[in-house]
């Protein structure tokens, strides 16, 4: 198939080595699909403090990987979104479809579909054969159970953040949690953490305590939630009691915060599961491997219990599951009385590079939705 106008490409590339480097780069898109290729815009996509922690893991995690630049030194963000067909010669695919997934943060994307269903198809480009089957999903918003037109922001900003919440919450409970009495989140302002703490807190009563740690500057916005049952900021964690039997989740990233808090608690530490980098930047103890006390360290990947409880549930049941959690969470977030979100839309590159640069430094405000598009 050719293209009519063969449209320029732009990408947001980052330098792997030092995520404050940013730079666009154009390049024209081939005159002709292959046979099987699906060629779509990238319409839309959300920037979050998760898309900082996928560069932040981009090597360990293999999220360079996805949408690989072909440039040693630069990489390409993995985001979530929404994007439209405007080619297609793989059979089942029409122009003008609407898909929502894991997109790059460019203005087009060139997929080769497989497993095409009603529901949607999996990316079967090579070099995203080996990486996790989860990231390489594309649902069609026509047959999308959780799709809402109304939420379509949403959808984007907190739908990729809000099954990490369910699950956390969900392998949590599963484990009894650990022995726990009460459960501390760190980088509490972050969407992904307080839609954990939202899950945690709707096991009132008899689940254990929700404790947020969070900066000075969030303590009214988290306080202002209503799902923590208590606030600490993190100059003051040393005002919990050393007896209190807690299960740390860590949305920061923050060794040095880790270390302290292993510290004061020691043996009462039931339990400390990392999760996110928002803190990716901050001060670090000179050694990773420094022998902590209290419960190992232990790395948090979502599609492990995912697999786990679609076994026990069944696809379908876990899938019914969630999507009651998600209905719930969105219509919390988004209630007219008191939402805890502001949707702000920007475009173009420049918009993209300030937003991008706010969250690598720390500075984006916990109650805005920050939606972009590179074109």
């Keep these: 198939m050719t293209l009519p106008v063969p449209p320029m490409h732009s990408d947001f590339l980052v330098r792997r080595d030092d995520l404050h480097v940013t730079r666009v780069r154009e390049s024209a898109l081939p005159e002709a699909l292959a046979d099987g290729a699906v060629l779509m815009t990238v319409d839309r996509f959300a920037l979050t403090a998760n898309n900082v922690t996928y560069a932040a893991f981009g090597d360990a995690m293999s999220y360079w990987d996805f949408f690989p630049t072909h440039e040693e030194d630069w990489g390409c963000i993995p985001v979530w979104g929404f994007g439209t067909v405007i080619a297609s010669r793989c059979e089942g695919i029409a122009i003008g479809e609407h898909f929502y997934g894991y997109f790059p943060m460019s203005t087009h994307l060139l997929v080769v579909p497989t497993r095409v269903k009603a529901s949607g198809f999996s990316d079967g480009s090579a070099h995203r054969d080996q990486l996790h089957p989860l990231y390489n999903q594309y649902t069609r918003n026509a047959s999308d159970a959780l799709y809402d037109p109304k939420h379509e922001e949403l959808q984007m900003l907190l739908r990729p953040l809000f099954i990490t919440s369910f699950v956390i919450d969900d392998f949590l409970a599963d484990n009894d949690f650990f022995g726990a009495r009460a459960v501390l989140?760190?980088?509490?302002?972050?969407?992904?953490?307080?839609?954990?703490?939202?899950?945690?807190?709707?096991?009132?009563?008899?689940?254990?305590?929700?404790?947020?740690?969070?900066?000075?500057?969030?303590?009214?916005?988290?306080?202002?939630?209503?799902?923590?049952?208590?606030?600490?900021?993190?100059?003051?964690?040393?005002?919990?009691?050393?007896?209190?039997?807690?299960?740390?989740?860590?949305?920061?990233?923050?060794?040095?915060?880790?270390?302290?808090?292993?510290?004061?608690?020691?043996?009462?530490?039931?339990?400390?599961?990392?999760?996110?980098?928002?803190?990716?930047?901050?001060?670090?103890?000179?050694?990773?491997?420094?022998?902590?006390?209290?419960?190992?360290?232990?790395?948090?990947?979502?599609?492990?219990?995912?697999?786990?409880?679609?076994?026990?549930?069944?696809?379908?049941?876990?899938?019914?599951?969630?999507?009651?959690?998600?209905?719930?969470?969105?219509?919390?977030?988004?209630?007219?009385?008191?939402?805890?979100?502001?949707?702000?839309?920007?475009?173009?590159?420049?918009?993209?590079?300030?937003?991008?640069?706010?969250?690598?430094?720390?500075?984006?405000?916990?109650?805005?939705?920050?939606?972009?598009?590179?074109?």
């Design 185 to 375: 989140l760190s980088s509490a302002s972050s969407k992904t953490a307080y839609g954990t703490a939202w899950q945690l807190s709707l096991r009132r009563p008899g689940g254990p305590e929700v404790i947020a740690l969070t900066s000075t500057g969030n303590v009214a916005f988290v306080a202002g939630l209503g799902c923590y049952d208590r606030v600490v900021t993190y100059d003051a964690l040393v005002s919990l009691p050393k007896d209190l039997k807690v299960a740390y989740v860590d949305f920061a990233g923050d060794r040095g915060l880790r270390s302290r808090l292993h510290h004061h608690f020691g043996d009462a530490l039931c339990f400390s599961l990392a999760v996110g980098s928002s803190h990716w930047d901050a001060e670090r103890p000179a050694s990773d491997g420094e022998m902590l006390p209290g419960a190992k360290p232990t790395f948090f990947f979502a599609p492990a219990q995912i697999k786990k409880r679609s076994g026990e549930w069944g696809a379908d049941g876990f899938q019914q599951r969630f999507a009651a959690a998600w209905r719930a969470f969105v219509a919390r977030v988004a209630d007219p009385s008191k939402p805890w979100m502001t949707i702000v839309e920007e475009r173009g590159a420049d918009a993209v590079g300030h937003v991008y640069r706010a969250f690598v430094d720390g500075r984006s405000r916990p109650d805005d939705g920050r939606i972009v598009t590179l074109r």
